[in-house]
C-alpha cells in the first residue's frame, strides 16, 4: 500500500505493538469479568485503553492522531458505529471519536478492529499525554508557514508509551500550529507550539505553558519564543520533568501544569526547565535533520493538479448558485494552491446534535474523501470534518454529494457552528445537558441567511465545570450548573481561543434551563441593535462594554 | 462516606447501578434481581437502606453490576427519580427518543 496523503504510515513494530497490547487488554477484561479483577483494579486499565462508563454504557474514545484520517479509517469507524454502536459516532473537540453504547465484552473485538488500520484508544485517558492535536487545515493553508503535521508525528512518537510520562500528576494536552491564525487554541493547552521558519529555514518553535480551561481557566504563558528543531524534543522533555517532579499529586483540582506554572511564575518554570536542560544528555534528545526527513517521508505529497480555469469555474458557479455562494463564503478557506480549496463540513445540522455523525455519513464521508481529497480527512476541534484539497472546479459537485447525505448546513464559524460537549444526556460527571441547548438554539437561528448576517459568533456549552465544551472560549459560553439537582446555565462573552485569546467574563447568575436559550437570543438582538458597520459580535462586546449584554439577557428575568 | 438521606415526603430510594457486561443502568428489585426498568425497582424507606446498600453492594460481582448507590424518587408508580441527573439514567439520553429505556426489553 502507498503511503497515506496526511498522516503516518505504521510499520510492522508499531502493528505488533498494537496487537500485543490488545491481547494484554483482552486478558484484563476477562478478568474483569470472571471476578479476578476489582472494579477498583480495573478501572484505571481500562481508561488505559479509552474505555469509559458513562451514565447508559460504556464509552470508547478513540485517538485520530493530529486529527487526520484516511478513507479506510474513517470507513472502519462508520463500520464500528453501525455494529457495535447504535449507528452513530460523536466527534470531541480533542480531535477524537466517541462512541457512547459501547459494551465490555466487545472492546477486545473493537480494538481488533480498529487495529486494522493503525488506530487505537490508547492515551485517550488517564493522566499521561493525550493526542496531539494539530491546525486542522495543516499542510493545506495558504496562511501557513510550517506544515505541523511532521512535528506532531514526532511528537506522537516520543509521548506514545513514554515510560516516564505514563503517570503524570494529570492529564497533559498538546497542541501545535504552523499557521500564525492560531486554529487550534495553543494558549488553552498545557503545551501549546507554534512553529514558524527559521532564519535558516529549520523551522523554530514559539511554546507556550499552564494553559487550560476546566474548573480554573487560565491563559498559556510564553515560555520560550525561539526554540530550534533540534530542541524540540529536550526541551518538551524537561518542561513535562519539571512538571512530572513538582505538579500536584495531593489534590486532583490543582494538578495540572497551570497550577503549578501560576504557584511559581514562568519565570521560575523557564528557570527550572533550563537547569534540567543544562543537566540533560542533549544529544539523546537531538531531533536531526535526517530524523525530521525521516518522518516527513512517512507522508506521503498530494499531487494538487487542478486545469487552469478551475477558479473560474467556481466562480461562475458561485454567481449562478447563491444557496452554493453563502456555503462557499462560510465553509472553505484559501489554500496554497490556487486551483485548489480547503472544504469544513458542518456536523452541525439546525436542530441536530454537534459532533454526531451517522454511520451512512461517515461512510458517505469517506467516499467523498476519496473522490475529492486524496482519501483524506481531519477532524476539527470544534466538532467538524474538513476536506483539505478539492479541485476548486469540482467543489460544487462535493457539495452537492454532501447535501445528500445532510451536511452542507453554511454554518461554519457562524452562531449555528455550536461546540458542545456530551453533558448529561450521557457524562456521568455532568451537571446539565448541553446538547439540548445546542439544538434548540440551532433551530432558533436556523436560517442561514440570518446566521451569515449576524457574522462570526462562537458559541460553546459545557455540562460542566470541567468544560469539555470549551464554554471559557466562546464568544457566548455557557456552563451547566447543578441547582437541587436542576439544570441552570451561566452565561459569559467575550472569550476567545483564536489569535488574542481570552477567558470569557461571567454575565451574572445561573439562568434555568428553559430561559437560557431565550436570553442568548436577547444578546444576540441587542448585539445586531447596537453594532456599527463591519462589527463582529466580539467588536461591539469591546466597543460597549459587558453592561449592555447584561441587561438584555436578564432582561426578563 | 455515606451522606445522610433527607427524603421530602412522598419520597423513597431506589438502588441503582451500571451492568458490567455492557454498562447499561440498570435497578434493584425486591426478588434480588437488576432491571432495566425502573419501573420493577424495590421502593425502600430511608432508615433500612444503608443496610440493603451494604448488603446488595457486596453482591454487585456476582449479580454482574457496578457502583450500586441509591436515590431517591417519588413514590408513585412508575417510580420517578427526584434528580435530571437519575431520570436521564431512567429513561435514556433526552436527545434520542428513540433509545428509550421503555422501548426496550
Ligand atoms: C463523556 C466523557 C468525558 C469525561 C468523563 C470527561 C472528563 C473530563 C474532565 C474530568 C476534564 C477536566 C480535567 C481537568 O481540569 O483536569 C475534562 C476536560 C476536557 N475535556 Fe473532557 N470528558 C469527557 C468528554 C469530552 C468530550 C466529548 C470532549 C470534546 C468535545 C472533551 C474534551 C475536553 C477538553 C478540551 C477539556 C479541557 C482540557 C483543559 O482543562 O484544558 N471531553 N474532561
Ligand atoms: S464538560 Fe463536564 S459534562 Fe461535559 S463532557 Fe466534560 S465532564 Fe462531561
New interface residues.
Given amino acids: 500500500m502507498s503511503a497515506p496523503v496526511g498522516h503516518y504510515q505504521y510499520d510492522r513494530i508499531d502493528r505488533d505493538f498494537l496487537q500485543a497490547r490488545i491481547a494484554e487488554f483482552e486478558r484484563q477484561v476477562n478478568r474483569r469479568l470472571d471476578g479476578t479483577l476489582s472494579e477498583d483494579e480495573f478501572k484505571p486499565l481500562r481508561l488505559m485503553n479509552g474505555l469509559y462508563l458513562q451514565l447508559h454504557a460504556y464509552m470508547l474514545r478513540v485517538a485520530i492522531p493530529y486529527g487526520i484520517l484516511d478513507s479506510r479509517q474513517l470507513r472502519k469507524l462508520g463500520e464500528i458505529a453501525r455494529r457495535y454502536d447504535r449507528d452513530y459516532g460523536h466527534f470531541t473537540t480533542r480531535q477524537n471519536i466517541q462512541f457512547n453504547w459501547i459494551r465490555l465484552e466487545d472492546t477486545p473485538a473493537i480494538l481488533r478492529e480498529l487495529a486494522e488500520v493503525d488506530m487505537h484508544a490508547i492515551q485517550t485517558s488517564g493522566n499521561c499525554i493525550r493526542n496531539v492535536t494539530a491546525d486542522e487545515y495543516a499542510g493545506a493553508a495558504a496562511d501557513e508557514l510550517v506544515d505541523p503535521r511532521v512535528h506532531a508525528e514526532i511528537l506522537r512518537q516520543w509521548s506514545t508509551l513514554h515510560p516516564e510520562f505514563t503517570f503524570l500528576p494529570r492529564k497533559f494536552k498538546i497542541a501545535i500550529s504552523g499557521s500564525p491564525n492560531d486554529r487550534v487554541a495553543a494558549r488553552f493547552h498545557d503545551i501549546g507550539i507554534l512553529a514558524r521558519p527559521g532564519e535558516d529555514g529549520a523551522p523554530v518553535f514559539r511554546i507556550f505553558v499552564g494553559g487550560g480551561l476546566g474548573r480554573t481557566p487560565v491563559i498559556g504563558q510564553e515560555l520560550f519564543d525561539s526554540v530550534r528543531e533540534e530542541h524540540l524534543l529536550a526541551t518538551l522533555e524537561a518542561i513535562l520533568r519539571v512538571y512530572n517532579a513538582h505538579g500536584r499529586r495531593d489534590n486532583i483540582y490543582k494538578a495540572r501544569i497551570k497550577i503549578l506554572v501560576q504557584a511559581i511564575g514562568v519565570e521560575a518554570y523557564r528557570e527550572a526547565v533550563e537547569a534540567e536542560l543544562s543537566q540533560m544528555d542533549l544529544e539523546r534528545y537531538r531531533l536531526t535533520p535526517e530524523a525530521v526527513a525521516a518522518i516527513r517521508s512517512r507522508f506521503a505529497v498530494p499531487q494538487l493538479e487542478a486545469p487552469a480555469d478551475a477558479d473560474a469555474v467556481l466562480a461562475q458557479q458561485r454567481r449562478d448558485d447563491p444557496l452554493f455562494d453563502r456555503w462557499v463564503r462560510s465553509n472553505t478557506h484559501v489554500h496554497r494552491d490556487p486551483g485548489h480549496i480547503i472544504a469544513t463540513i458542518s456536523l452541525k445540522p439546525a436542530g441536530g446534535i454537534p459532533g454526531d455523525a451517522t454511520s451512512a455519513q461517515i461512510a458517505r464521508l469517506a467516499d467523498l474523501a476519496d473522490a475529492y481529497s486524496f482519501g483524506e480527512i481531519r477532524i476539527t476541534h470544534l466538532q467538524n470534518v474538513v476536506l483539505g484539497h478539492v479541485r476548486k472546479d469540482r467543489l460544487r459537485d462535493l457539495w452537492l454529494g454532501l447535501a445528500e447525505v445532510g451536511l452542507a448546513e453554511a454554518n461554519i464559524g457562524l452562531i449555528g457552528d455550536i461546540v458542545a460537549c456530551p453533558g448529561l444526556d450521557y457524562c456521568a460527571l455532568a451537571n446539565a445537558r448541553s446538547i439540548p441547548i445546542a439544538q434548540k438554539l440551532g433551530a432558533r437561528f436556523a436560517d442561514t441567511a440570518l446566521q451569515a448576517e449576524i457574522g462570526a459568533l462562537r458559541i460553546n456549552i459545557s455540562g460542566c465545570i470541567n468544560a469539555c465544551g470549551h464554554h471559557h472560549a466562546g464568544h457566548i459560553g455557557l456552563l451547566g450548573v447543578d441547582k437541587r439537582g436542576e439544570e441552570f446555565f451561566q452565561l459569559t462573552v467575550g472569550g476567545r481561543a483564536e489569535n488574542g485569546a481570552a477567558i470569557g467574563t461571567i454575565l451574572g447568575a445561573a439562568l434555568p434551563e428553559d430561559e437560557t436559550v431565550d436570553a442568548i437570543a436577547r444578546l444576540v438582538d441587542c448585539y445586531l441593535g447596537r453594532r456599527e458597520s463591519g462589527e463582529t459580535f466580539l467588536d461591539t462586546l469591546t466597543r460597549l462594554g459587558h453592561e449592555p449584554f447584561r441587561e438584555a439577557a436578564y432582561e426578563a428575568v | 462516606m455515606k451522606r445522610p438521606v433527607r427524603l421530602e415526603p412522598g419520597q423513597k430510594l431506589v438502588l441503582t447501578a451500571?451492568r458490567?457486561?455492557?454498562?447499561?443502568?440498570v435497578w434493584w428489585c425486591a426478588d434480588g434481581s437488576w432491571d432495566l426498568h425502573i419501573g420493577r425497582a424495590a421502593l425502600l424507606d430511608a432508615d433500612e437502606t444503608e443496610a440493603v446498600l451494604a448488603r446488595v453492594a457486596g453482591e454487585?460481582?456476582?449479580d454482574g453490576v457496578?457502583?450500586v448507590y441509591d436515590t431517591a424518587v417519588q413514590a408513585v408508580m412508575p417510580p420517578e427519580p427526584?434528580?435530571?441527573?437519575e431520570k436521564?439514567?431512567a429513561h435514556?439520553?433526552?436527545?434520542?427518543p428513540e433509545?428509550a429505556v421503555e422501548s426496550q426489553q
Fill in positions: 451500571n458490567l457486561l455492557d454498562g447499561r443502568t454487585a460481582q456476582r457496578v457502583g427526584v434528580t435530571v441527573r436521564i439514567r435514556g439520553p433526552t436527545v434520542h433509545f
